[in-house]
């Protein structure tokens, strides 16, 4: 029986990218397993997939009575439903140590890199398998668009040198190029309605018993945003209302000028004040240098709650 391999809700290009090139190297390794992904494809993982000739994984949002293995997430706050009906074969992660459990033991691939790809091209280097070219090309996208072009704080030398060994394997000389052109399909920000883009990256967090939702988006200008910024907040609001959340953040990250500004609603803006150490102005504030949700944002949220 086939196992299951995805990444997290509201999938990225290292989840949707990491699914498709962890069960290649299972397969490879004599293990079945299928590529799958728990929500819609984004503009930018599209570019990518399109780019290099691949579909994306098949949805499924259900896991129960199945055998999995989790890419680029480890919290049950961004699992499917019925993941502790699952059984958790292995985990393979850039991210801090989540809650969820298993009842037997598993393979965990845990490392503190910029991308769950680049973890991937090192299992694929342990156990000598060759990558195909074209899903080289895609695992050093998803490496490009995680570490947002090496300028992110979580990038490290393993990344970047993964990016450059896979470039060589897809044959493609000026990675950096194309990983720019990601980014303006990224920025592409008015085909979408403002609830789709708070979506588009965002992910909750349990933190002291509240619900905390922090979205992101990318973008090579922030100017895109000046003229929408209070219908971003209506459907921040919503978002925040629906889903009993406590706050609901939204990092308007410029990978240009480095920094982000984040938006904030929140039932206690104080602690956000405090965590950051600024003051909010029109539940906004620039935060400059911020760029990577896990490393700037969320570690000093979770010391506040
Ligand atoms: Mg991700
Ligand atoms: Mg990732
Ligand atoms: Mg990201």
Known sequence: ????????????????????????????LGEETTPTRQGEVNPETAFILNKFGYEAPELKTSYAGEDVYLIDFMESSQSPEDINEANILGIVDHHKLGDLKTAAPLEMWVRPVGCSNTIVK???????????KELAGMMMCAILSDTVIFKSPTCTKEDTKACKEL????????????G??????????????????????FKDFEMGGNKIGVGQLEVVDLSVFDEMK?????AMSELKAEGERHSVLLLLTDIMQEGSQLLVLSNEADKINHAFEVTLEDKQVWLPKVMSRKKQIIPFLEKQF
């Open 180 to 201: 720019m052109e990601m980014f303006i399909v990224k920025s592409d920000v008015l085909s979408a309605t403002k609830r789709e883009l708070v979506l588009r990256d």
């Open 122 to 132: 090192q299992m694929f280097d342990y156990h000598g398998i060759e990558i195909p």
């Open 167 to 178: 470039a060589a394997i897809a044959g493609v000389e000026d990675y950096k190029a194309l």
């Open 230 to 234: 209070q219908e971003l907040f209506e």
């Open 1 to 28: 029986m086939s196992s299951y391999i995805f990444g997290h809700t509201t999938p990225d290009s290292d989840s949707i990218v990491g699914a498709i090139s962890l069960s290649y190297l299972k397969n490879q």
